[in-house]
């Protein structure tokens, strides 16, 4: 496994801003994206959007293999922990925001951009489902890719920017070259 120096200072505070640029774009794309989401394509049909919505607007079939849908995810990935009690979204924020401050300490002694950009998608990625969960107290999802009647759990762009980090972190922790010195 590579070990990693230390950075020098001023590479550590490119890394940082680099991370924070990609996380924050993330979020935009993210928000933009469930705004465009719960107002224009899918909009509640009975009152403001959100998981307490009693007619939401119906799924959009894109192609013969996706659609837009809405599914509001009360807990983790596939739906994980989603019990009803009213405490569980802020258990979720807790535990999103302690991640978070892990991987920004992670991020402030990266001195490689490829680590940089795949921290800051994860980063950018939990910070737009804690910004769901604050609004509605769930996340909202919309992606829903199918085959022969199975469908993957819906997703959102937060969801893949996520998965995307960290599979890319892992395949670096895994498959990167120790740098010569």
């Known amino acids: 496994m590579m070990q990693d120096a230390l950075a020098p200072p001023d590479v550590r505070a490119r890394m940082l801003r680099l991370g924070g640029a990609v996380a924050l774009l993330v979020i935009a794309l993210d928000q933009l994206s469930k705004w465009w989401i719960l107002e224009r394509a899918l909009p509640c049909l009975s009152g403001p959007p959100g998981p307490w919505c009693v007619a939401q607007a119906p799924f ?28 569980m979204p802020y258990v979720l924020i807790a535990v999103a925001l302690a991640i978070t401050t892990f991987l920004v300490l992670w991020l402030r002694r990266t001195g490689r951009v490829f680590p940089a950009v795949c921290i800051g998608l994860v980063i950018g990625g939990a910070l737009g489902n804690v910004i769901d969960r604050f609004r509605f107290g ?14 993957w759990p819906a997703f ?18 895994l498959f990167a070259r120790e740098e010569p010195r």
């Open 60 to 87: 959009i079939e894109v192609t013969g293999f996706f659609n837009l849908v809405m599914a509001w995810n009360r807990g983790v990935s596939f739906g994980l922990f989603a019990h009803e009690a009213a405490f």
């Open 138 to 151: 769930a996340v909202a999802d919309f992606l829903d890719f199918h085959v022969a009647g199975w469908h």
């Open 156 to 173: 959102n762009v937060a969801d893949s920017c996520i998965v995307v980090g960290v599979v890319l972190l892992v395949a670096d922790g």
